[in-house]
């Protein structure tokens, strides 16, 4: 589906009124608030491995990615 004018993959995760999902058409991790579909940011796909098979969790403000490494990713700024 599209959300906010990005092509949503799969898996997301949705914590504190934010979308946490890995955008087919941007290639990178983006977090979009639920209320106005604002991307509050983008994280390259370099920068962490989230291919095909990775699984998001959200707690306490930090989205875990796990696929053969864990990352864990602050949710409010993006920073790993």
């Known amino acids: 589906f599209s959300f906010a004018g990005i092509s949503v993959g799969s898996p997301f995760v949705i914590g504190d009124g934010t979308l946490f999902v890995k955008g087919r058409s941007t290639d990178a991790l983006c977090?979009?608030?639920?209320?106005?579909?604002k991307v509050l940011w983008k994280l390259p796909d370099e920068t962490i491995n989230t291919?095909?098979?990775q699984r998001f969790f959200y707690q306490n403000g930090v989205i875990y990615i796990a696929q053969g490494e864990l990352y864990a990713v602050d949710a409010r700024?993006?920073?790993v």
Not at 31 to 37: K, N, P, V, Y
């Open 31 to 37: 977090a979009l608030t639920l209320a106005s579909g």
């Open 77 to 79: 700024t993006g920073a």
């Open 51 to 53: 291919g095909s098979g």
